[in-house]
């Protein structure tokens, strides 16, 4: 164990050292206090002992900085019979052990105890901290794979019940956290917004297979009930604690930016932005899939109808910055929807697609079939818009 003392008096430090050497341990006296900061900086001590008597040593801060540099490193002062300076080293220097003066043979021998039982139990503390941060690690990341798995599951149960809007749900989810990230959303935005995206029509899960399938044109009184998907995935959605940051896609996602949407609770800036940003989205990839009464829309096709909806149905100030994003990315993020799990793998994805279309070239026509990406070896084959969006 190696010591280091800060002492003036010779016979203090000889009667310390005697005592720790023979058990073995190293003490280090230095009479000088105004190069210790720079020694434990360099190499911490397992004991610092400071004579709090020094007049020119600032006691507290040295203390303070031993324990800022070295929590590990027991702190032991030196005091005489002032009262005040012994409060003073217990509630601002930290203080962990007092030697009082005059020196003794038991004092020393009662400190170098001390000193060894704190080494095996900081040990033993430092040892135990890391193991439980391992656990804790551990235990974070099943959470996290348990809440993707619950995630997927949902998307998938919708999925197997709207065969037409196989990976609708991903492609929509990828498409908005670039768009967010495009526009410069808040990070700590980004899981909330891909969530909510991911799982916008969750709600369709309580509608009847009647009117959610029907390939006719909905009743009125069917299109109320469809409409009533909104209220049902926010009820259900309501249930999980962690997914109750993500509900303003699922609330607000059918709602338009003039207020003629639903469920018509609001219009303008007063629609979340997460919401204004997905309403975009959605529409785009609905234009662009395949329908049994439509074909799917090129890219122009698609653009021309979401600069229409500006300013009734969708944010114009949103329009003006999703039009500018390059077809590539649409076709990109498509491609790599079927394989992506989890906030984690598309935040990758995303990351890649913008670095791929930022150091590429766009070919003449504008098209790119996305047969080049890297990121994802399963490719999942082209999806189809829900009917009744």
Excluded at 175 to 184: S, V
Excluded at 187 to 192: G, I, N, T
Aim: glycine share 8%.
């Amino acid at each position: 164990m190696r010591i280091l003392l800060v002492n003036e008096s010779d016979e203090i430090a000889g009667r310390i050292r005697s005592g720790f050497t023979r058990r073995g341990h190293d003490v280090e006296s230095v009479a000088d206090g105004c190069g210790v900061f720079a020694r434990i900086d360099k190499e911490a001590p397992d004991g610092l002992l400071l004579d709090a008597r020094m007049t020119e040593l600032d006691a507290c801060a040295l203390l303070r900085h031993g324990a800022r540099v070295a929590p590990a490193c027991a702190r032991v002062g030196l005091v005489g019979e002032s009262l005040s300076t012994l409060v003073e080293l217990i509630n601002d220097g930290g203080v962990q052990y007092v030697l009082p003066m005059p020196l003794s043979d038991e004092g020393v021998e009662g400190l170098a105890r001390w000193l060894e039982m704190m080494r095996v139990t900081g040990q033993e503390r430092l040892e135990w901290t890391a193991c439980l941060e391992t656990r804790v690690a551990v235990q974070t990341q099943r959470a996290d794979k348990a809440f993707e798995d619950l995630v997927s599951a949902l998307v998938m149960a919708l999925d197997l019940r709207e065969n037409e809007s196989a990976y609708h749900s991903r492609r929509v989810a990828l498409m908005c956290l670039y768009f967010a990230i495009e526009w410069g959303v808040a990070p700590d935005d980004f899981e909330m917004i891909f969530q909510g995206a991911l799982l916008h029509d969750v709600g369709k899960i309580g509608i009847c297979d009647a009117i959610l399938l029907k390939p006719d044109k909905l009743t009125p009184e069917e299109r109320c009930v469809m409409e009533s998907h909104v209220s049902v995935g926010v009820r259900l959605l309501s249930e999980v604690e962690r997914l109750r940051e993500a509900l303003a896609i699922p609330r607000s996602h059918h709602e338009r930016f003039d207020g003629g949407g639903y469920p018509g609770e609001r219009s303008g800036e007063n629609i979340p932005l997460a919401a204004r940003l997905f309403s975009i989205i959605d529409v785009y990839d609905a234009l662009r899939s395949e329908r049994p009464y439509k074909r799917a829309f090129d890219h122009t096709e698609a653009i021309d109808v979401i600069l229409r909806g500006a300013g009734t149905h969708f944010d114009p100030d949103l329009v003006e910055a999703f039009v500018r994003i390059p077809p590539t990315v649409y076709a990109h993020l498509s491609r790599a929807a079927a394989a992506v799990r989890g906030f984690s793998q598309a935040m990758l994805v995303c990351r890649q697609v913008k670095q791929r279309t930022t150091t590429s070239t766009v070919p003449a026509t504008g098209v790119d079939d996305g047969s080049n990406l890297w990121f994802c070896e399963t490719v999942g084959a082209p999806g189809f818009a829900s009917c009744h969006a």
